[in-house]
T-cell receptor, first 110, second 116 residues
Framework: KNEVEQSPQNLTAQEGEFITINCSYS?????LHWLQQHPGGGIVSLFM???GKKKHGRLIATINIQEKHSSLHITASHPRDSAVYIC????????????FGTGTRLTIIP | DAGVIQSPRHEVTEMGQEVTLRCKLI?????LFWYRQTMMRGLELLIY????????DSGMPEDRFSAKMPNASFSTLKIQPSEPRDSAVYFC??????????????FGDGTRLSIL
C-alpha cells in the first residue's frame, strides 16, 4: 500500500508570498494528482502529472519520479488561494484507484 | 456542461435507518468513484466502477455498504443499517477511462451525512 505524506500540514503566509507544498510517496506510481478543496467543501482537480512539470496560471506542479516526490508551488499568493491542497497517487496503469495524502491547509493573510 | 451531481447535499437520520446517496456522472464519462472523507482518515476510496462494472471495492467498510450503477450515468451508495460512525462527507467523482495520466477526476459537491 502506498504511503502518501504531505508537508507541511498547515501553512499560513502573507499575500504575495511564494508557496511550496510537498508530497512524498513510497511506491512507484503511474500518475500523481493535486487537488484543491475550498472551505465550502468542493474538490477540484488542479493537476495530473507523471513526469516533469506543469503550469496553470500562478500554480506550478513538479514531480521527480526517481525521488518519489512532488511539489506544488503558488506564485504571488492571494487570499483566494486559501484552501486544503491534497496530493493523490495512482499506482497502476490499469487501476484508477487513488491513494490520498492527508492534505495541507493553506491560509493566505491579506 | 453539468458537472457531477450528487444528492442529497445534506442528510441527517437516526441510527439504524437506511441511507441512499445518489450520483449522476458527467455525460460521456465511464468511470465512477465513491469516496468518503472524515477528519480522522481524510479521503478514502470506497469503490469504483468502470463501464458499469465494479473494479475495486476493497475500500467498502463492510456489508452494510453497497453501491450500484443501474445505468451508465447514475450510481447509488446505500448504507443499511446506518451507524453513527458512518457520519462523513461522501463524494462521487467521474472520469473518462482508461485515463493513463491524462484525464482528471471530476468531483461532485459531496453529501454531508450525519447519523444520530
Amino acid at each position: 500500500k502506498n504511503e502518501v505524506e504531505q508537508s507541511p500540514q498547515n501553512l499560513t503566509a502573507q499575500e504575495g508570498e511564494f508557496i511550496t507544498i510537498n508530497c512524498s510517496y513510497s511506491v512507484g506510481i503511474s500518475a500523481l494528482h493535486w487537488l484543491q478543496q475550498h472551505p465550502g467543501g468542493g474538490i477540484v482537480s488542479l493537476f495530473m502529472l507523471s513526469s516533469g512539470k506543469k503550469k496553470h496560471g500562478r500554480l506550478i506542479a513538479t514531480i521527480n519520479i526517481q525521488e518519489k516526490h512532488s511539489s506544488l508551488h503558488i506564485t504571488a499568493s492571494h487570499p483566494r488561494d486559501s484552501a486544503v491542497y491534497i496530493c493523490a497517487v495512482k499506482e497502476d496503469f490499469g487501476n484508477e484507484k487513488l491513494t490520498f495524502g492527508t492534505g495541507t491547509r493553506l491560509t493566505i493573510i491579506p | 456542461d453539468a458537472g457531477v451531481i450528487q444528492s442529497p447535499r445534506h442528510e441527517v437520520t437516526e441510527m439504524g435507518q437506511e441511507v441512499t446517496l445518489r450520483c449522476k456522472l458527467i455525460s460521456g464519462h465511464n468511470s465512477l468513484f465513491w469516496y468518503r472523507q472524515t477528519m480522522m482518515r481524510g479521503l478514502e476510496l470506497l469503490i469504483y466502477f468502470n463501464n458499469n462494472v465494479p473494479i475495486d471495492d476493497s475500500g467498502m467498510p463492510e456489508d452494510r455498504f453497497s453501491a450500484k450503477m443501474p445505468n451508465a450515468s447514475f450510481s447509488t451508495l446505500k448504507i443499511q443499517p446506518s451507524e453513527p460512525r458512518d457520519s462523513a462527507v461522501y463524494f462521487c467523482a467521474s472520469s473518462l477511462s482508461p485515463s493513463g495520466a491524462g484525464q482528471p477526476q471530476h468531483f461532485g459537491d459531496g453529501t454531508r451525512l450525519s447519523i444520530l
